[in-house]
Nanobody
Framework: QVQLVESGGGLVQPGGSLRLSCAAS????????MGWYRRAPGKERELVAT???????NYGDSVKGRFTISRDNAKNTVHLQMNSLEPEDTAVYYC???????????????WGQGTQVTVSS
């Protein structure tokens, strides 16, 4: 069993910053790609950013230059530093990870429960 738990969401004014964190725990053998997605009310789920185990990153067009994804492989954690936040960034943010559990020889995809980010004055 693997769990992804997000933290760090909340309410912030436009132009402000927030840092999201996600920790993977459980019977983990290895963690591959990790990332963040978001879903705003009435919209489809959207890629925010992903990072490979070797640190290669990919960003959605709407967050390039404002958000930075990073990870700590030793702790199986991924972070999302969000700067210059805009009202359009308001959404539930979900952590995602490809994990191989101990004793199982294939990768599975896991999701966190989501954390709300609201950008409003």
């Amino acid at each position: 069993q693997v769990q992804l738990v997000e933290s760090g969401g909340g309410l912030v004014q436009p132009g402000g910053s927030l840092r999201l964190s996600c920790a993977a725990s459980g019977s983990i053998f290895s963690v591959n790609d990790m990332g963040w997605y978001r879903r705003a009310p009435g919209k489809e789920r959207e890629l925010v950013a992903t990072i490979t185990a070797t640190g290669r990153t990919n960003y959605g067009d709407s967050v390039k230059g404002r958000f930075t994804i990073s990870r700590d492989n030793a702790k199986n954690t991924v972070h999302l530093q969000m700067n210059s936040l805009e009202p359009e960034d308001t959404a539930v943010y979900y952590c995602n990870g490809r994990v191989m559990t101990k004793g199982i020889g294939y990768w599975s995809e896991y999701w966190g429960q989501g954390t709300q980010v609201t950008v409003s004055s």
